[in-house]
């Protein structure tokens, strides 16, 4: 039988599995650039770079090999704009009796793809992704009958699996993580390594183009493009990243520094996310450095952690709770999103840094989106719809699977507690001990009323009065209960008042 093998943008590895027995001489490899993927939120001109030169790249290396691709683009002018109807073009061009396609990563796509079948009048073969180290199936018998889903312990429950970092039962070094190394500020004389990156081929010069034509009105720039847009590059990437950044990469890895966009962090989810890379390979890379004495057991532990625990456990928490997830809002949450998550135009300087990088390389790090962003919309009491679609919108590594538990349930707390025990609430004080943002903003971390003050300082306790029903019984949250009871009335209505003074602004 003759197959049409249909490859989403996210899908770019030659073992996902629709690929895996691919017939040369008579299947056809179909990939679409459609407009309905590229607008359903408006996304950064850096991410539609990205992922459109990644996915032409990729049908090069395809065609290559000697196999047949059908690839449409989206300026073709006979391009139809949805997954769906340059399926139903394509099954008479390749005369396929059947399509051939891996599960894809977002909810919304698989309810159009369950309807392709009836819509073209041609079997459809959904294939599991097993590009993934634990199977949706594996995370559903772990959850099963629990009341709470904590990362930690699925994530000890693959390292006994893979054996990563095992010694027979026991976790090396004795212990599963190692996080309170993991803590430290940047010193004021660390030099974190330069990340050139990759400049722009021939393919991608010819996306930028077409981006900047058809997507001008998107948030974003492209002019600093430099991602890796192939295997081989993504692939030097991670080696990168192994042999410079992950030695320091643990301790440092919550560190923040005004210009430096990278750090020791690896800027390698774009790649994981698209299938440049794999998370095995990606995994035992840094494995091996720790066996051959290149990188220390901390710094590994919570490299692998992030991976093989906390992307996998994401993962299954989106497809457990979908399509639900995101309708909850725990806090009531209804405020809109600031413009200065768009333009950057505050005083905050902890947040103008932040948005500089989103808008230069749709790219911060994971404390900057958790402590800075995330933490200033929790407190603030935005709406979580908006917040979620903005993460959607401005990082290249943002497909739903992965950005909407991060934030609905992580960043904002707004499932009421199925990911995270507590609420990631912090004043001024966490951001001026682990950055040196606060050196030369106009608010001072110290300050906590008053003109100079931090405004997350009296955001965080205004949010703790705001929802203490829903928050004074956690075991978590029990020590600054404890010091908001020792407040005086007159302080706390000096707080709400500067709060309100300020959200009111927004």
Known sequence: MTNLRFILGDQLSRSVSSLRDVDPSKDTILMVEVAEEATYVRHHKAKLVFIFSAMRHFAEELRREGLRVDYVRLDDPQ?????????????PRSRAGRVVITEPGEWRVLQGIRDWENQTGTPVEIREDDRFLSSLREFNVWAEGRKQYRMEFFYRNLRRKTGWLMNGDQPEGGRWNYDIENRKPLPDDCQPPQR?????????????ELVKERFAHHFGEINNFRWAV???SAQKALKVFIDVCLPTFGQYQDAMKAGEDFLYHSALSPYLNCGLLLPREVCESALQAFHEGEAPLAAVEGFIRQILGWREYIRGIYWLHMPEYPKSNYFN???CLPGFYWTGDTEMRCMRETIRSTKRHAYTHHIQLLMITGNFALLAGIDPA???????????DAFEWVELPNTHGMALHADGGIIGSKPYA??????????????GCAYAPTTKLGPKACPYNYLYWNFLMENQKQLEHNPRMRMSYRNLARMSTDRRKKIRAEANTFLGAL
């Open 230 to 232: 192939d295997r081989d």
């Open 426 to 439: 912090a004043s001024g004080a966490y951001i001026n001990r682990m950055s040196d943002y606060c050196s």
């Open 196 to 208: 050139k990156g990759f400049p722009p081929d021939k393919i991608t010069r010819e996306v930028m």
């Open 79 to 91: 391009n139809t704009g949805s997954f769906a109807s340059e399926l139903k073009r394509a099954i």
């Open 333 to 335: 949450a209804r405020r």
């Open 386 to 396: 908006q917040v979620e679609e903005w993460y959607l919108i401005v990082y290249a």
